[in-house]
Every structure is written in C-alpha cells, then in structure tokens.
C-alpha cells in the first residue's frame, strides 16, 4: 500500500492511503473473466458452463453489491493531484486493452473449434458481445484524458465492437448536452430501454460524424480523409473482422454481428440507467445550467465499481469529466440507484419494474420534490405520469 | 496574444497555440472562437465560462493545488 501526503501550509501534512488501489486489478482483469466458461466448457463438457461470465455478471454481481454494499469514501482533496500523477492507475487501463482482444479471439478460437450447438454458440457471441462492452467503458475512461497515448489506446480497444465513434459522441456530444432533451443518450421518464436504444444508438452515430465532420470542416479536410479519427478506429475493426471473416468463413458472421451489437446495447444500458429523467435547468439565455452531480445517477457499490473503474460514480464523472477514475468522489444527496450497475440493468431491461422502482425514486428527488417541470420526461406521457403518480407530484 | 482558461478543468486556450486537434491555428483569437465553442478537455464549459488570465498565472483552485502538489510518494 502506498501512502501520499500533502504538506498543507494551514493543516500540516495530510495522509491517505488508497484503500482501493490494489483492488482496481479487478477492473483490469475482469474483461478475461469470460474465459473462464470457455475452460468450464472444455473441462466438462457441458455447454451450458458457457453461460456462467453472464450468471456471475447479473446474479452474483447484483448479490455482492447487495451485500458488500456502499464505498462512500473519498480522497481528501489536496492528495487528488498526486493520485492522478501515479502511473499505475494509467498502466491498469492500458493493461485491459489488450485482454478485450484476447477474449474475443478466444470467443472466436472457440467458435470455430468447437461443435457447438446453435444455443451454444449464441450464448458464447452474447458473452463476447457484453465482454467487449466492457471494453467500451475501458475506451471511456481512456477517452477522457488528454495525452495522445490514452487516446490512441482508447481507439483501439474502441474497436473490438465497432464503436470507434464513441469518444467524439460521449465527450462532445453527451457530456454537453446530458440531461436535456435533447441529448440522444440522456433516457426520459416513461421512456422504456428498447424505445431508448433506437433513439440512442443512431442518435449518438449520427451526433459523431456530425461532430467530426465540423471539425474537419475546420481543418480544411474532408470526411474521407486519414484524420478522420472515426475512420480509424473503424479501419482497425474492419481489418480484424473482414480478416476473420476471409479466415474462417461466413459461420462466423452471425457471431460478429450478435458480439458487436450486444457491446453496443452494454452502452446503451449504461446510458438509459445513468440519467434516467434527470434535466439541467434552461437559463432565460435559452442555454443550460452547468451540470451539477444531482444530474447523473450515482452508484457506491463497491463490488460492481471494482469491476467499472469507479463509472457508477457518476455524478462526478459528470461534473467533472476530466477527473480519473481513482479520484472520483461520493457526493451527499444526489441520485441514487439501488443496486450496481448490473443489478440496475437487469431492472431495466424488465420495464415495468424499471418503472416501479424509478419512477418514484426520481419525482422523491431533493431537487425535483415531485415537480415535473424538472423532470426530462418523454412528451405526451405527462398526463399519465401525473395520474399515476398524482401522490407524489406536486399539485 | 491573451489566454483564457477552462474553470472546471484548468485547460488554458493560448491564443499564441491555438488548439490544432480542434481545428484553432495558432494566432486564432479567443474572440474568433466560434460562440459554441466548449472547453476541449472536459467539454461541459463554454466560451462564456472562460476566465481570462491577466499573466501567466493559473486561477482556479484546481489548478492551484496541482501546481503547489508537493510529490512524496510513500511505499
């Protein structure tokens, strides 16, 4: 364990020592986890121990936030600086990159070695497919540094899915605009997960090349051209699934379009739980209030977090995007899921019970007190949410 | 030639570098910059939320504390 201090001119020397900072290998090696069900499968011979990364993911994840339960420390302020100067959180991040990419060739190895069954091979491109979401949020965090390394190291691991678009989208596009209607990957209230994910998905490609088609534009250059940074991470999905594709035949195409898609619906689950009906207020200006923590869903889970890079505290993240994962803070009152983000998902992707649950949640805010005039809500569901709720919104 | 810097973050725009992965030359002044313009680091401040700097000194607390950061490491 290692220990920093802070020679404070008012308060003498300040202490901290990271707790967590060994554990984050579990955010680093978590993407190889699925390799586990490939070896359960070998070993047994039992497909069905294909299915236990996803078991272990959305049952016993969810138990062990319920159990461990909340983190809610933080890093005293002044040591913030030096956290963030410590390579070893940087090396954790760039050591998940190339997992993501020996998974999937396991994933692929496996496929086309294996006599697998269709279930069988559905369940193992499903696997692939969240592994490799995961990878998108090792992109996100990478994505939001500065130096050209990270950067890079976030276009490659961007790749495995085919979400090459996801930096420019999420820095530009949502950390801008979240928690307003207009945002493509802020969800409404009364908005279902599938409704979100066709508003969502086309929404933040379309908002990408947009965005780096005006700053192109700026540049003097063209869509098509090499500094399209869209294009490049595109370029190194499309060598290594058009090469495996020519390699292995079409058996694997089925394979490549469930793992690509079910990556991007991880994202797509991370968005729609993030800011469910949150909404930044509009100045008389026309424009938004800065965002503030209590516009994001925040998370203290200490299991799940392990395994996310610290994502599920949100709120900060939000507040303060270019801050590292190891520095993130628990804030007091904001919005609060009742469950990791693995638990949450599964509310999710079960509306009524996302509903049930949230609805309530978010009209009981401190900020909101059941005034739906500060609530993003899908338009025309108003009336309903009034009657429905008519307890708990303000008259 | 003037800078201006980002009050979440701390990154400075220097008009003298401009900002070359956004497409700024340097020379580009802070006033030319297009009025939707977002801080390139962080992107959740805009122009209007700029600070200018009177010299080269750095003004938010965040940026205070990282530059005064004294490094002692401890095994």
């Known amino acids: 364990m290692k220990t920093v201090t802070f020679d404070s001119p008012t308060q003498g020397t300040i202490s901290y020592t990271d707790k967590k900072r060994g554990l984050w290998w579990m955010s680093a090696l978590y993407p190889l986890f699925p390799i586990t069900g490939l070896v359960l499968h070998g070993l047994t011979g039992i497909e069905l121990m294909l299915l236990v990364p996803m078991v272990a993911a959305y049952i016993c994840v969810p138990l062990f936030d319920y159990l461990l339960g909340e983190d809610l420390s933080n890093p005293p302020e002044e040591v913030v600086a030096q956290l963030e100067q410590d390579r070893y959180y940087s090396r954790l991040l760039y050591l998940a990159v190339p997992l993501h990419f020996i998974t999937f060739f396991a994933a692929v190895y496996w496929i086309v070695t294996q006599d697998l069954s269709m279930a069988g091979y559905l369940i193992l491109a499903v696997g692939a497919g969240m592994t490799s979401g995961l990878g998108i949020n090792t992109g996100h965090e990478l994505g939001h540094k500065t130096d050209p390394l990270s950067r890079l190291m976030a276009k490659i691991v961007l790749a495995v899915p085919g979400y090459g678009h996801f930096c420019l989208e999420h820095n530009a596009g949502h950390h801008r605009h979240v928690a307003t209607p207009e945002d493509t990957a802020s969800s409404k209230m009364g908005e279902n997960i599938y409704a979100?994910?066709?508003?969502?998905?086309p929404g933040g490609f379309k908002r990408a090349w947009q965005l780096e088609k005006v700053r192109l534009q700026r540049k003097g250059k063209s869509m098509w051209s090499p500094s399209n940074e869209l294009l490049q991470s595109y370029?190194?999905?499309?060598?290594?699934?058009?090469?495996?594709l020519i390699a292995f035949g079409w058996m694997l195409l089925p394979f490549l379009i469930i793992h690509n898609f079910l990556a991007w619906w991880q994202l797509t689950s991370a968005n729609y739980i993030e800011h469910y009906g949150l909404l930044r207020e509009k100045k008389a200006n026309g424009s938004y209030e800065r965002c503030q923590p209590h516009h994001s869903w925040n998370s203290n889970h200490v299991f799940s977090n392990l395994l996310l890079y610290h994502l599920e505290r949100?709120?900060?993240?939000?507040?303060?995007?270019?801050?590292?994962?190891?520095?993130?803070?628990?804030?007091?009152d904001v919005p609060a899921l009742p469950n990791g983000y693995f638990g949450a998902y599964l509310m999710a992707y079960c509306p009524p019970i996302w509903f049930a649950v949230m609805n309530p949640r978010l009209l009981n805010l401190q900020h909101i007190q059941g005034d739906l005039s500060k609530v993003n809500i899908l338009p025309g569901k108003r009336e309903a949410m009034e009657q429905k709720y008519a307890s708990l919104v303000a008259a | 030639m003037k800078k201006y810097q980002c009050p979440d973050c701390s990154y400075i725009y220097d008009e003298a570098v401009g900002?070359?992965?956004?497409?700024?030359?340097?020379?580009t002044r802070f006033e030319d910059l297009p009025e939707d313009f977002a801080c390139p680091a962080c992107f959740v401040r805009e122009k209007e939320d700029f600070v200018p700097l009177e010299s080269d000194s750095i003004t938010s607390d965040c940026a205070k504390n990282k530059n005064s950061v004294v490094r002692s490491l401890k095994k």
Do not use: C, K
Not at chain 1, 196 to 201: K, P, S, T
Not at chain 1, 314 to 332: G, I, K, V, W
């Open chain 2, 19 to 27: 900002h070359e992965h956004e497409g700024y030359e340097p020379g």
């Open chain 1, 196 to 201: 979100f994910a066709l508003r969502e998905i």
């Open chain 1, 235 to 244: 370029a190194i999905t499309a060598v290594i699934q058009i090469s495996l």
């Open chain 1, 314 to 332: 949100h709120s900060d993240h939000h507040a303060h995007p270019t801050r590292h994962y190891q520095s993130l803070r628990n804030f007091e």
